[in-house]
């Protein structure tokens, strides 16, 4: 009689009967022996996928530069596209995960960052980089252009988040 190949008790099939064993994929990080169950892209218009596990996919994801190697505008773009096919998430937003998820330096950060301002800014360099930006991207001087209508939403948005109240 032979042996089967699946040895886990209890068995639930009789001695004769046999299973193909499953084939696992392993993390694919130099020396780790998990399991790879954590998909990561290899670059970011790639298809391409290397499987993590746990733990080296949070150290991927640390170190994962989305926009790596496009320019401001590019990045731009491409970010806004983004938004453009993720906007089914937005039921999301009644679930209030705006600053205990993100993070409320985060949010600050990415707001100077629109307004192109540092991060030891006053409040008047704050009202001042708002309304020369505001000036600039606001649809009534800029008609037909929806990527100028798409920035002066950031632009507003960056100062609800930097105004002093």
Same mark, same amino acid.
């Given at each position: 009689?032979?042996?089967?190949?699946?040895?886990?008790f209890p068995?639930? /099939?009789?001695?004769?009967? %046999?299973?193909?064993?499953?084939? @696992?994929?392993?993390?694919?990080?130099d020396g780790?022996? /998990?399991?790879? %169950? *954590?998909?990561a892209?290899?670059?970011?218009?790639s298809r391409?996928?290397?499987? *993590?596990? %746990?733990?080296?996919?949070? %150290?991927?994801?640390?170190?994962?530069?989305?926009?790596?190697g496009?320019?401001?505008?590019?990045?731009f773009?491409?970010?806004?596209?983004?938004m453009?096919?993720?906007?089914g998430?937005?039921?999301?937003?009644?679930?209030?995960?705006?600053?205990?998820?993100?993070?409320?330096?985060?949010?600050?950060?990415?707001?100077?960052?629109?307004?192109?301002?540092?991060e030891d800014?006053?409040?008047?360099?704050?009202?001042?980089?708002y309304r020369?930006?505001?000036?600039?991207?606001?649809?009534?001087t /800029?008609?037909?252009?929806?990527?100028?209508?798409?920035? *002066?939403?950031? @632009?507003?948005?960056?100062?609800? @988040?930097?105004? @002093?109240k």
């Amino acid at each position: 009689m032979r042996r089967s190949k699946a040895s886990t008790f209890p068995r639930w /099939n009789g001695y004769e009967s %046999e299973r193909d064993p499953i084939q @696992v994929r392993m993390c694919d990080h130099d020396g780790c022996d /998990n399991k790879g %169950e *954590f998909p990561a892209p290899k670059s970011p218009d790639s298809r391409d996928k290397w499987q *993590f596990c %746990e733990f080296h996919i949070t %150290e991927f994801n640390k170190n994962w530069n989305y926009f790596e190697g496009l320019s401001k505008d590019e990045a731009f773009k491409r970010a806004q596209e983004d938004m453009r096919t993720a906007r089914g998430y937005a039921s999301s937003g009644a679930y209030d995960m705006g600053e205990e998820t993100y993070g409320k330096d985060r949010r600050r950060s990415d707001a100077l960052d629109i307004l192109d301002l540092e991060e030891d800014a006053t409040a008047a360099e704050v009202k001042t980089a708002y309304r020369r930006m505001a000036k600039l991207y606001h649809p009534d001087t /800029n008609l037909d252009d929806s990527d100028a209508a798409i920035k *002066f939403q950031q @632009v507003s948005a960056a100062y609800e @988040v930097l105004k @002093v109240k």
